[in-house]
Structure formats: C-alpha cells, structure tokens
C-alpha cells in the first residue's frame, strides 16, 4: 500500500477568502413532506426518471417527481430491529434502489415494492466500478472498519466484509474516483490522523493520502475537471493523484452529514447551513440562501436531478428541495 502526506496548497476564494452568497441567479422550491418530523436524509437519481430518498424517522422510502409531486412507501415491519428507519440510499446496476437500514441492506424497485433485508452492518451505499454495491460500516453499528461488498450481477447476493487497517475510526465519503477505483475517507479516532484512502474492487487498500490535522471529511466526489473533490468541515477541497490538496475556506463550519455532487455550471455543489454551496473548477465559492420560512434550515444531502437540477433533502425542515441554476 502507498502512503502519502498530503501537501496543502492553500487557494484564495472570492470577497477575500470568505464565499459570496448569490442573488436571485438560483431558484430554489421547497417540497415538504406529507407526514411531520419524516427527516429525509440521503437522496439518489432513480433509474424512473424520478429521485428517491429515505425517511429516517417514518420507516418510509420516498419518492418525487421532477414537478415535485411526492409518494412513500413504508418499509416492511420485519425489517425493522431495534430502531426504525433507514440510513443511506443509491441508485444500483441491477434496476433497482438499495438502502440501509438496521436490518442491513434491502432493495426496493420503482414500483414500491421490497425485498428481504441482508443482514449488514451498513451504513453509505454506492455502486462500484465493478457493479457491485459497496458499502461502509459506521460507529454506530459497532463497527466502524468495515468496508463491504454486496455482488449483486446476474441475481446473486453474496456479501462480502473486509476488515481493513485503523478499523476503529469512523468511515464516511464512499465514492467512485477518477481512477475507477472507490475512495473514502477514515477520521475522528484520536491519535490517528485523518485520511483519504483508495480501494481496489478486490478490496485492497493501495493508496492513502494522510492529513496532518483533523478534516471531518465528511463526502467525496469525482469533479467535472476529473480530479477528487471532498467536503470538510471548515474547506471544500480537490485532490489530486499526486497528493497535492487545494483548499477553499467556508464562512463557517459545515453540518456534518453531508452529501456532495458534481453537477451543472462545471461546479460542485454541497449543503451548508441554511444554503446549498457552489464551487467552480477555480475554486470560487457561491452560497444559495434557502427561502423562507427555511431560511435556517439545514440540508443533508445533494444530488444531481434527472432534469439537470440540484436536488437537496432538509432533514430538520421535513422537506425535499430543488436548485435550479
């Protein structure tokens, strides 16, 4: 395995260092949820044309239209174990939308219906260049190390687990690099620096960019210039495969579940309190305020829309919401 310390070049941001925040040049809608305190969390492109998100609060699986008209579906009482509700959902190879949830990892297609829960201990989704579904483990499922791999081709189910080095540190950021192999990010163990990491489809770790201080990189995504962005919890930054990071400083700290994705504008877009943030390829940031009576909320997680839109969940705003650039 490659190891690498990483040389952080720091880059200057519009209005001197601090992010500009846009004017009426973004419409924003928000869509609240039929049901109160729903928090939606993580929210993905369905293969119907339509976006799909996970309800943690309702044992519901969601759906919305792009002209924002909203179904759910609830999740089986068996899948349910000590606590309701769901984590992590991605659009899959096979057709389908996977999500995680205490019972594991479950599968739901774009009529509603559900399939049985395999037992993981899952916490992010995505698909992997192979066509697999990988997954992380998370602290709060007691097992923060792992890194998984559910095959998925052809109708099989074999779930594999790898117990990777610094298993004790939490994991978040699974994403497909410029490279086609997965990255993610290990942090918030003391006395073990933070760190991006990159796995084979086999499961080896074979490159590790280390950090000199905590980052709480919270999201990684391939960037429109074909470089790594992440989102941390005082920067959004690029890395490149050689190690060198560009850092562009926030205004203030970011909520910490987070989503991030390359989309529209030749831009990278995030959430940040109360707005949903854009950084273009020369690191000009740009934040676009939430109308009211969301004027204080907190996005979750973003993705790139099958209209070429920004969508965004609120999970304290029990609300789904749609950036158009």
């Known amino acids: 395995m490659k190891s690498l310390h990483v040389a952080v070049v720091a880059a200057a941001v519009a209005t001197g260092g601090l992010p500009a925040l846009a004017g009426a040049d973004a419409a924003i809608t928000i869509f609240p949820l039929p049901l109160p305190h729903s928090a939606p969390v993580s929210i993905t492109s369905g293969p119907d044309g339509n976006l799909w998100f996970v309800e943690q609060n309702r044992d519901r699986i969601g759906r919305i239209t792009t002209q924002g008209i909203i179904t759910e579906y609830a999740i089986p009482h068996s899948y349910h174990d000590r606590f309701r509700g769901g984590y992590w959902i991605t659009q899959a190879r096979d057709g389908g939308l996977w999500f995680s949830s205490w019972c594991g990892i479950a599968r739901v297609d774009v009529s509603g219906r559900f399939s049985p829960c395999l037992k993981a201990a899952a916490g992010e989704l995505s698909t992997g260049p192979d066509g697999n579904l990988w997954f992380l483990g998370g602290e709060s499922l007691n097992k923060p190390g792992i890194i998984g791999r559910l095959t998925i081709a052809g109708g099989a189910k074999d779930l594999t687990e790898f117990d990777e080095p610094a298993s004790s540190q939490n994991r978040s950021g699974l994403a497909v690099g410029p490279d086609e192999n ?50 941390a919890g005082r920067f959004v930054g690029r890395i490149h495969l050689d190690g060198t990071i560009d850092e562009y400083p926030l205004s203030s700290p970011n909520w910490s579940y987070a989503g991030i994705a390359a989309g529209p504008a030749d831009s990278v877009w995030f959430p940040r309190p109360s707005a949903i943030g854009q950084v273009d390829m020369a690191g000009h940031i740009t934040e676009h305020r939430l109308p009211a009576p969301h004027e204080n909320g907190l996005p979750t997680d973003v993705v790139v829309g099958p209209d070429g839109n920004i969508w965004f969940t609120e999970a304290d705003g029990n609300a789904i919401g749609r950036l158009t650039p």
């Not at 990159?198 to 201080?213: A, E």
């Open 182 to 231: 997965l990255w993610f990010s290990a942090w918030g163990t003391f006395g073990n620096n933070d760190s991006i990491n990159v796995l084979l489809p086999t499961g080896q770790i074979v490159r590790t960019y280390t950090f000199p201080q905590f980052t709480d990189i919270s999201a990684l995504v391939t960037g429109p210039d074909g470089n790594m962005w992440m989102l």
